[in-house]
């Protein structure tokens, strides 16, 4: 149960970071490698970075301390994470088939964590 809740906070930590990259993004023309270079220091892509560096050290502390084969599939939840964010901060829309595509990760997350 540990490493369930170790890994969920790592794949908020995750998602987190994408949703700061998709908002930074918005504000940023990236159609040459100065312009990719200087979107790295819009507000948002900065701290996405930042949050990532930080979930990258803390996913480290959890692999030292857990089997690779049952902490790895658990980041699956950064999927099921992802959609909730994106639909409801992002306002995207979502197919049926992700909807289902989502449950069965759900499904999956919860056989690889049951002992």
Sequence with gaps: MK???LVLLNCIMLVAGQFLW???LKEVEINS???AIAAIF???IFSGLFIYM???LYWFYILKRFDLTKVYPLQSMSYIIALVIGVLFLNENVSKNTIIGTIII???VFVISYK
């Design 22 to 24: 998709k908002i930074g």
């Design 106 to 108: 759900f499904i999956g």
């Design 54 to 56: 930080i979930a990258t």
């Design 42 to 44: 819009n507000k948002y």
């Design 33 to 35: 490698i100065s312009n």
């Design 3 to 5: 490493a369930i809740l």
